[in-house]
């Protein structure tokens, strides 16, 4: 007689599964990396679209194009890597409580949150110190652009979800597998700029001008033929600086190394940048056996370029979006026959 207050097993022998992070890593799957085939000046397809939450004052979706692999699908379930996914919703303007001191200035709050499928090892449902950390220097590149003096004592909300992240690396270099937290939080805090600049744009919200994020970094590029026999080098590897490349809108999984990165938020029509964050090591000679010398004023000069491409696209979704208004506003006239 079966014991009913018990689960059995199955009768059959079983085995543990093998995870894909745990399976030895070769040459065949190394061949298997995204790789970067954008020139150093080209950003990534950057998809935008306001008025997506009808809740909300204002929201805008921002998504950009997944980085190529070489035959990803063919021997794993595992995508090789992601691409960056924001939603973003703003509310407000609105009064704040009876209780709070008058402030002749507008209350901004920004709020960034990862969702918990947002990165290979899933995160928790509390925000953590690096989602303070963005939300931080969110609220620093969008005080400078709002109009506070029009809004006395009133509050608006700022908030990001991060439906997916940006990867420190690729997942296949080291056990931190998908681990979002070094550098790219870079791309993500300049996704960040941008969509939130569109959200604040699409609830009606007078700003000194449009601010939209870029990214540039220094990378250590592969010699190419010999990619597949040589090893990815970890960020904390030191070597001859021999094969650095300054780029554009940069990926960390398309790259052997990561040496230095900047992302500023950046007033196009006023040339004013409203927040810059740079980090990385810059030795002073930068490069040895290069031809040109690459410095900081380089890798921010190139951010600006970044984040000037990336206002094309935010000025194209705010110009939408209005039209859409405009035309929905404008009343229809019935003609009697």
């Not at 085939?37 to 009808?54: C, Q, V, Y």
């Not at 790259?255 to 230095?260: D, L, S, T």
């Not at 040895?288 to 094309?312: C, H, K, P, Y």
Request: glycine share 8%.
């Amino acid at each position: 007689m079966t014991d009913r207050r018990r689960i059995n097993g199955p009768s059959g022998g079983t085995a543990a599964p093998v995870f894909a992070p745990s399976l030895p890593l070769t040459n065949a799957s190394l061949a298997d990396s995204p790789v970067r085939t954008r020139d150093a000046n080209e950003l990534r397809k950057i998809f935008l679209k306001t008025g997506l939450t009808p809740s909300a004052s204002g929201s805008a979706y921002l998504e950009l194009e997944p980085p190529s692999a070489v035959k990803a699908g063919e021997k794993s379930l595992i995508n090789p890597s992601s691409a960056l996914k924001l939603t973003c919703t703003v509310h407000g303007p609105r009064p704040l409580p009876r209780s709070t001191p008058f402030t002749p200035h507008i209350t901004l709050s920004t709020h960034v949150k990862f969702a918990p499928f947002a990165a290979r090892q899933r995160r928790g449902y509390l925000r953590d110190a690096g989602e303070r950390d963005l939300a931080v220097h969110l609220e620093t590149a969008l005080r400078g652009v709002i109009i506070g003096d029009r809004w006395p004592k009133s509050g608006v909300e700022v908030i990001i979800t991060v439906l997916e992240g940006e990867e420190d690396r690729w997942w296949g270099d080291g056990a931190e597998l998908g681990a979002t937290g070094d550098w790219g939080m870079m791309n993500i805090l300049s996704g960040c700029i941008t969509v939130a600049s569109a959200a604040i744009a699409d609830a009606g919200i007078d700003c000194v001008d449009l601010v939209s994020g870029g990214v540039a970094a220094i990378v250590r590029q592969s010699t190419g033929t010999n990619k597949e026999q040589q090893p990815r080098p970890m960020s904390n590897s030191k070597r001859l600086d021999t094969d650095l490349q300054l780029v554009m809108d940069p990926c960390p999984s398309e790259h052997r190394q990561m040496v230095a990165a900047c992302v500023v938020g950046y007033l196009q029509s006023r040339d004013e940048i409203t927040e810059l964050w740079a980090k990385g090591d810059m030795p002073t000679p930068l490069t040895i056996g290069l031809s040109t010398q690459i410095g900081f004023d380089d890798l921010v000069e190139r951010s600006i370029e970044a984040a000037v491409a990336t206002r094309v696209v935010l000025t194209e979704a705010v110009r939408e979006s209005t039209e859409l208004k405009v035309h929905k506003s404008k009343p229809t006239l019935k003609t009697d026959t």
